[in-house]
């Protein structure tokens, strides 16, 4: 059974229209991330929440925007995307974050039109 | 800022061949190393998990080793099968956070 979900797997927005993805996990798993990866490249951190902290990296643009209203659920919320936003984005949690392993979803594969 | 290089980018071998994998990485300081699969279009998938206080991990057919001192893993697949194909990633984790290589791309030949 799955453990970290992700909803929609894939996503059609167009230039400029907000967008959210959803991730919820069965885990109970203190840490979610959000990572985007473009093609052939290796995925890069957007943010973390441990717990209900929130943590940002400093090179993710203002654009996008992270909510975690329960342990189960993250929201990645795009506010304006631009092409370059075209991504595979994906989700991942862990237990306690260091030491731990990660789990990670199918990724949705977000298209911008 | 922690960097991690693997190589080969891409791979191609007959189907039975052994092989090995690497991945090398700039800050030691680490609290764990972990192998992922990832096929095209898709999330993903745990395959082994090193902690720095240990040498390796083995899972069937997949053997990873960590040399935290010289900065360096790698993932060795024995009796490779067409359906190992799929690009590999090594992530190190400090500080919750794992910084990734940009993955080998395997491709097992029938």
């Known amino acids: 059974d799955a453990m970290v979900i992700q909803n929609p797997r894939y996503q059609v927005t167009q230039f400029g229209k907000p967008v959210t993805l959803s991730c919820s996990q069965t885990?109970?798993?203190?840490?979610m991330y959000w990572y985007q990866q473009k093609s052939s490249q290796a995925p890069k951190l957007l943010f973390h929440?441990?717990?209900?902290?929130?943590?940002n990296e400093a090179d993710t643009p203002d654009n996008f925007q992270s909510r975690r209203p329960n342990t189960s659920f993250c929201f990645l919320d795009i506010r304006s995307p631009g092409l370059g936003d075209a991504a595979m984005y994906l989700c991942?949690?862990?237990?306690?974050?260091?030491?731990?392993?990660?789990?990670f979803g199918q990724g949705t594969r977000l298209t911008v039109v | 800022k922690q960097e991690v290089t693997q190589i080969p980018a891409a791979l191609s071998v007959p189907e039975g061949e052994n092989l090995v994998l690497n991945c090398s990485f700039t800050?030691?300081?680490?609290?764990?190393l972990q192998w992922f699969r990832q096929d095209p279009g898709k999330g993903l998938t745990s395959l082994l998990l090193?902690?720095?206080?240990?040498r390796e991990q083995t899972s069937g057919r997949l053997n990873a080793s960590l040399d935290k001192s010289s900065g360096r893993s790698t993932l060795y697949i024995a009796a490779s099968q067409p359906g190992d194909s799929a690009t590999y990633l090594c992530?190190?984790?400090?500080?919750?956070?794992?910084?990734f290589g940009d993955g080998t791309t395997l491709t097992v030949k029938p």
């Open positions: 885990l109970n798993h203190n840490v």
């Open positions: 090193i902690q720095s206080s240990q």
């Open positions: 800050d030691s300081a680490i609290y764990n």
């Open positions: 991942a949690t862990s237990r306690q974050g260091w030491g731990t392993e990660a789990f």
């Open positions: 992530a190190v984790q400090k500080a919750g956070k794992s910084t």
């Open positions: 929440y441990y717990d209900k902290d929130f943590n």
